[in-house]
Nanobody, 116 residues
Framework: VQLVESGGGLVQAGGSLRLSCATS????????MGWYRQAPGKQRELVAT???????NYADSVKGRFTISRDNAKKTVYLQMNSLKPEDTAVYYCNAHHSGTYADYWGQGTQVTVSF
């Protein structure tokens, strides 16, 4: 199983980034996919999730600015991040979860840095 994130980088406040997480080795369409982030000195926190049925959940801090989406044919999940703020700076991790089997997989993370 592999989850490979890409798209992170350095951006000025107010800018946008699009993260991608390409997966392999899982039956992608039945998994709930999520993005989490961890800032220095802080615990990992949920950013957004998108289940196999298309339902989404967002952290209050990113509602209206971030959008999670998935392409089952490409086995890829995306996170479109707009109106970025310095407090969005963190390592962003992709997660694949299947509640029926308790399968849970993580990517290696991609750094997002938002400058003032």
């Amino acid at each position: 199983v592999q989850l490979v994130e890409s798209g992170g980088g350095l951006v000025q406040a107010g800018g946008s980034l699009r993260l991608s997480c390409a997966t392999s080795g899982i039956f992608f369409s039945i998994f709930s996919m999520g993005w989490y982030r961890q800032a220095p000195g802080k615990q990992r926190e949920l950013v957004a999730t998108l289940n196999s049925g298309g339902s989404t959940n967002y952290a209050d801090s990113v509602k209206g600015r971030f959008t999670i989406s998935r392409d089952n044919a490409k086995k890829t999940v995306y996170l479109q991040m707009n109106s970025l703020k310095p407090e969005d700076t963190a390592v962003y991790y992709c997660n694949a979860h299947h509640s029926g089997t308790y399968a849970d997989y993580w990517g290696q993370g991609t750094q997002v840095t938002v400058s003032f």
